[in-house]
């Protein structure tokens, strides 16, 4: 689910993605025709500036969706399951697989520009971006940092958590505290890691 002014758009495990007024509750779009869209659960969804809308699937499949007709462009890189995509306000969006990767795309080129490879041995169910900094976490609780724009593995955190890492989130005062704080689906923990010394 994601929110843009008064439209909110969800995904489904019936292939298709709605957009929603918030004002009405009517559903206004329905991305989803037998030309165009998802073979499968659709995992994530995305609002774009400019009112497009990014998609994510089981399919390995991402949708990038035309802002007013039922239309997109499918964009293939990942070899299985897309558990998570974000996006900035350049068009710039990063994709997490169960391939055990992410990759950088030009939504504006529709064009994967850079890939995260070899730091996971699991699936990759999360992560958090801030400006270059893509942290990630895996099905099996190892992180990872990475430098978006080289490609490379910064920092490898082998199993901070006892099974899936379920949040990641940056923390910063504005003065000296630079934190990488994550939470596990199961061990019930919250770790906070010092950028400093990470």
Not at 10 to 27: F, P
Not at 118 to 141: P, Q, Y
Not at 142 to 149: Q, Y
Request: glycine content about 8%; charged content about 20%; hydrophobic content about 35%.
């Amino acid at each position: 689910m994601d929110l843009k002014g008064d439209s909110v758009v969800t995904s489904s495990a019936d292939h298709a993605l709605r957009v929603y007024s918030l004002k009405s509750g009517r559903c206004t779009r329905n991305l989803f025709n037998k030309q165009y869209g998802h073979t499968d659960w659709v995992t994530s969804c995305k609002f774009l500036e400019d009112g497009r809308v990014w998609s994510a699937g089981m399919d390995n499949l991402l949708c990038l969706w035309d802002a007013k007709r039922v239309m997109c462009k499918t964009m293939m890189g990942h070899n299985s399951t897309i558990s998570k995509i974000d996006t900035d306000e350049r068009n710039i969006g990063v994709s997490a697989s169960y391939d055990s990767s992410l990759l950088v795309w030009n939504l504006d080129s529709s064009e994967c520009v850079q890939g995260l490879f070899n730091a996971h041995k699991d699936a990759v169910v999360e992560f958090a971006w801030r400006n270059s900094l893509v942290v990630s976490g895996d099905r099996g609780g190892s992180m990872a940092i990475w430098d978006m724009n080289t490609g490379k593995c910064l920092r490898q955190m082998a199993n901070p958590h006892q099974g899936a890492v379920s949040k990641i989130k940056f923390f910063s005062d504005g003065v000296s505290q630079n934190l990488i704080l994550s939470c596990g689906l199961k061990d019930g923990c919250l770790v906070a890691h010092d950028m400093r010394t990470h």
